[in-house]
């Protein structure tokens, strides 16, 4: 496997979960209301989004940030912000949530990981398209709606067949914040 990127940028996993771990993310509107939240949030604050994968109570993402401008911190705040303005939360705030005024729908902290080469980079793009295998949602990554396998794949980096034996799979990360 060959991935190309712009090596100016800096290049971080991150592993991000709802609030309890609840499996809120995956319904019908809450994908859409995320994928507006990436949208509008890459407009505001460009990155280039490498990967994604989302399952029903967490996601994990590799995105690329410009050297100029790498405050991931900023642009995870303004996406949960945009995302949970309206999003569909099973359940309710606790009691520290609601004196805080705050919405259940994430964890507060996220994971984070800088990517430190070409090595690391692939381990963690397997590591995410096969997560919906490793938490028993599918049987095969190719038939997971909610991954960015497919694009990967038009790009190169994936064959057609890859994760369907567990040869094709390289070891995971060791921390992944799950």
Same mark, same amino acid.
């Given at each position: 496997m %060959? /991935? &190309? $990127?712009?090596?100016e940028?800096?290049?971080?996993?991150?592993?991000?979960?709802s !609030?309890? #771990? $609840?499996?809120?993310?995956?319904?019908?509107?809450?994908i *859409?209301?995320? @994928?507006r +939240?990436?949208?509008?949030a890459?407009?505001?604050?460009?990155? @280039?989004?490498?990967?994604i994968?989302?399952?029903p109570?967490?996601?994990h993402?590799?995105w690329?940030?410009? %050297?100029?401008?790498?405050? /991931?911190?900023? &642009?995870?705040?303004?996406?949960?912000?945009?995302?949970?303005?309206g *999003?569909?939360a099973?359940?309710?705030p606790?009691?520290n949530q %609601?004196?805080?005024?705050? =919405? *259940?729908?994430? %964890?507060?902290r996220?994971?984070?990981? #800088?990517? $430190?080469?070409?090595e690391?980079?692939? @381990?963690h793009? !397997? /590591?995410?398209? /096969?997560?919906?295998v490793k938490?028993?949602l599918?049987?095969s990554?190719?038939?997971w709606?909610? +991954?960015? =396998?497919?694009r990967?794949?038009a790009l190169?980096?994936?064959?057609a067949?890859?994760?369907?034996?567990? !040869? !094709?799979?390289?070891?995971e990360?060791s *921390?992944?914040?799950?």
């Amino acid at each position: 496997m %060959q /991935y &190309r $990127r712009n090596r100016e940028g800096l290049c971080y996993f991150f592993t991000v979960v709802s !609030d309890r #771990r $609840r499996p809120i993310l995956t319904l019908p509107e809450n994908i *859409a209301r995320l @994928r507006r +939240s990436f949208k509008e949030a890459i407009k505001r604050r460009p990155f @280039r989004l490498i990967a994604i994968v989302v399952l029903p109570d967490h996601l994990h993402a590799i995105w690329e940030l410009p %050297q100029a401008d790498p405050d /991931y911190s900023g &642009r995870w705040a303004y996406i949960k912000r945009h995302f949970s303005t309206g *999003a569909i939360a099973a359940g309710s705030p606790s009691e520290n949530q %609601q004196r805080r005024r705050e =919405l *259940a729908v994430w %964890q507060k902290r996220f994971w984070e990981h #800088r990517i $430190r080469d070409d090595e690391d980079l692939a @381990r963690h793009l !397997d /590591y995410i398209h /096969y997560n919906p295998v490793k938490h028993g949602l599918v049987n095969s990554p190719w038939d997971w709606p909610h +991954s960015s =396998l497919k694009r990967c794949a038009a790009l190169g980096w994936y064959a057609a067949n890859w994760g369907l034996c567990v !040869d !094709d799979v390289r070891s995971e990360p060791s *921390a992944t914040g799950e």
